[in-house]
């Protein structure tokens, strides 16, 4: 620990040779010490899972269901939200004679041989066998609490990472869109899609991981979003134009979080763009940090954001039912409106296209993943891998929710430009119009199948006998 | 919050509805004053217990419709213009507006004869003014009651819209008229306390009515804002006490 930065490290690493690295055993003996603290205490497990969400009732003066999805404030409450429960988890390592320089791990699923629950996270017992191990938890996704391996070409966080701009305009943009400080909005960034959102459904299926009301009850969720928020640093480390918003109303928000004595202390979106300042760092990244920008002088704007000249040319016809199995939906592209964009722009040829998953709706996450791919509808075309993105459902609760302040369909945007430049270039995109592809994504078998001290897949979540339905209200391609 | 979130408000081919319909809602605003003005048509010659027709309750009804509703339909407008097709934008958002401002017209025609009924029996002299007390308090409750939350979530659900023909413009309308039902919901009470008013006092909770509706469907409002519009109605609820 340098200047009182603590680094926090991957727990695939920690876990090599030995599954219990102390930062483990201390963590998984942390939980259960908050686990046995009453509800009310704002540092006990469930209150602090609360805060992300719950379904129960909050007691008076309780700041429960404060998760910030599908904005713009997803990365930095987050980051504020993990940095408290750190400051707790770390007050309580220290009350049990464990190390003050202990700092969350993260997991990174990416790394070599890094795509599988961690073990410590599948081993029933602690070390000696006698106490049960609190990282253990049974409700996740069939296979994954046996070895199941994450797919990660089709999570890899690259494209996100790819992103220039932070906000989405309206495509691509690493960090999610302008919005109120709501739950669930309609402008997830890229990062919050793909890894994260379906990360949270390929490891909790229809169980924990699967319900922001319960999510943070899984200890995985933590290193998860550490890992998550590792990325967000990546991100900047990046440079080439990557900054965060700049804009006074971003950056000035506040939200409440408990410090490790259970005060209430606020905190703004400002303080949370620098990791040192915070008080820790990522083994990944470079030992100084970049300056954070200053806000913009204007209450509004910032350099990632503008206006869109948006035009929609095509549509489907009808709403797209996914239950489990691969659907295909053809995106009709309207004649007179391409050619009123052609005839409206100096080049024939859009800048860029984009694919709209509109209108989604379903009353509960059905904990599958689904692969979007474009698809040419010409007859005999090439069967090309052109994988769009991914599109699950974590959080689809609160958008239905009567409850929820903002609820409504979810809606997904991917830019589609490269896809569609190479049908293009195969001869395989018509004027006519694509056709879009969802094929479920599942995890692969494990490595080693010999899993002796792991739980069996009687442990996991059960599934439904029949899928729940989700529904796309309707599948659009827009020009720009 | 706004139907138009993570949909793509554009600028192209067209200006958006927003600067029509705000224009909408000011010839509105002007046809409302100029009812409260006018001597022949004056609300003040309508006092209570007076012989109004259903013409005249509903003529007020639907002014008072596009005065204060008009910009509730910004969103609804915006989401129907930039999510259809360029060449028939303009007709796509029309159409969802007018079917929103229609079915709060044809909800007048129940709230017409109910203010009529009161109008004979209760709404005389002093009893007017607790009426209408009484309706602002109960619509207050309802601002910040939980199953009008619940309701309003209706409010903020769009409708996948057919790329063109008859099923796009069923779609619109449809659209629109799902908008007015969750908007009845929500806001229902309120102006139904409005439309028993009488006088300068009917200007006053027209105003709130507008300003309540405008932030609460163009910034929107969380609970904190729910609970300063309910205390902004129940204020309103004693000046018409105190006035009457």
């Avoid at chain 1, 309206?170 to 793909?194: H, N």
């Amino acid at each position: 620990m340098a200047d009182g930065v603590r680094t926090r490290r991957d727990v695939w690493e920690l876990s090599s040779p030995d599954p219990w690295h102390p930062v483990l055993l201390a963590y998984a003996r942390a939980v259960q010490a908050m686990q046995q603290r009453p509800r009310t205490d704002v540092r006990s497990w469930g209150y602090q899972a609360a805060i992300h969400g719950t379904t129960e009732a909050a007691p008076r003066g309780a700041r429960w269901n404060e998760c910030k999805h599908g904005s713009w404030f997803f990365l930095p409450w987050h980051r504020l939200y993990l940095d408290h429960f750190e400051r707790i988890v770390r007050a309580v390592v220290v009350e049990q004679g464990g190390d003050e320089s202990w700092a969350l791990p993260y997991w990174n699923f990416e790394a070599p041989g890094a795509d599988a629950l961690p073990p410590a996270f599948r081993a029933r017992t602690l070390p000696g066998g006698n106490t049960p191990n609190p990282l253990f938890v049974p409700q996740w996704a069939p296979g994954i609490n046996t070895g199941g391996r994450l797919p990660v070409a089709r999570l890899a966080s690259s494209r996100a990472l790819a992103a220039r701009t932070y906000m989405p305009p309206p495509g691509a943009g690493f960090g999610g869109g302008r919005s109120g400080p709501v739950q669930f909005f309609g402008a997830s960034g890229d990062i919050e899609r793909t890894p994260h959102n379906d990360m949270h459904v390929l490891i909790g299926g229809t169980g924990l991981m699967g319900d922001p009301n319960r999510a943070a009850l899984d200890p995985i969720f933590w290193l998860h979003h550490a890992n998550i928020d590792r990325l967000w640093s990546e991100w900047i480390e990046l440079g080439q134009g990557r900054t965060n918003p700049t804009d006074r109303t971003w950056r000035n928000q506040r939200f409440p979080f408990a410090d490790e004595r259970g005060t209430t202390v606020q905190r703004t979106v400002t303080q949370s763009l620098s990791t040192q300042a915070l008080g820790y760092t990522y083994d990944t990244l470079a030992d100084d940090e970049l300056p954070v920008a200053p806000a913009a002088a204007t209450g509004s704007g910032g350099p990632t954001r503008r206006e869109t000249a948006m035009e929609l040319v095509g549509a489907s016809e009808a709403p797209v039912r996914l239950v489990g199995a691969t659907a295909r939906v053809d995106v009709e592209i309207d004649r007179r409106a391409a050619e009123s964009f052609a005839a409206g722009n100096e080049s024939v040829t859009p800048a860029r296209v984009y694919l709209a998953l509109e209108d989604i709706e379903g009353d509960r996450n059905p904990g599958i993943v689904y692969e979007v791919h474009l698809v040419s509808s010409r007859r005999g075309a090439a069967r090309g891998d052109r994988h769009v993105g991914n599109v699950s459902f974590f959080g689809i609760e609160h958008v239905a929710s009567p409850d929820s302040d903002d609820a409504h369909g979810m809606r997904h945007v991917y830019d589609v430009t490269d896809l569609v430049g190479a049908l293009g270039a195969g001869g395989d995109w018509t004027r006519e119009g694509v056709r879009v592809e969802f094929r479920p994504l599942g995890l692969l078998p494990p490595d080693d199948a010999d899993d002796d001290d792991g739980p069996t897949d009687d442990d996991a979540a059960e599934l439904p006998a029949t899928p729940i339905p989700v529904r796309i209200g309707r599948v659009s391609l827009f020009f720009e | 919050m706004s139907l138009a979130s993570g949909a793509f408000v554009g600028r192209s081919g067209a200006r958006p509805p927003t600067v029509a319909l705000f224009g909408l809602a000011g010839a509105g605003w002007v046809a409302l004053v100029i009812t409260h003005l006018d001597p022949a048509g004056g609300h003040e010659h309508h006092l209570p217990g007076a012989d109004r027709t259903m013409g005249d309750v509903l003529g007020r009804w639907a002014v008072m419709v596009v005065a204060t509703m008009a910009l509730a339909a910004v969103p609804l407008a915006q989401h129907v213009f930039a999510n259809s097709l360029r060449w028939r934008r303009r007709r796509a958002a029309s159409l969802a507006v007018l079917a929103y401002l229609c079915g709060w017209c044809l909800a007048g025609l129940p709230v017409a004869a109910g203010v009529i009924a009161l109008e004979r029996t209760v709404l005389v002299g002093q009893g007017s003014a607790v009426v209408v007390s009484g309706a602002l308090l109960v619509a207050a409750a309802w601002q910040i009651s939980r199953a009008r939350r619940r309701l309003s979530a209706r409010c903020r659900r769009s409708v996948p819209l057919p790329l063109r023909g008859v099923p796009a413009d069923a779609a619109s309308v449809r659209f629109g008229l799902q908008q007015t039902v969750g908007c009845l919901v929500t806001c229902g009470p309120l102006m139904a306390s409005m439309a028993l008013a009488t006088g300068p006092l009917h200007l006053l909770m027209a105003a709130m009515m507008t300003a309540i509706v405008a932030s609460e469907r163009l910034i929107g409002l969380h609970a904190r804002g729910r609970s300063a519009a309910a205390a902004g109605i129940s204020l309103g609820a004693v000046v018409v006490a105190l006035a009457g």
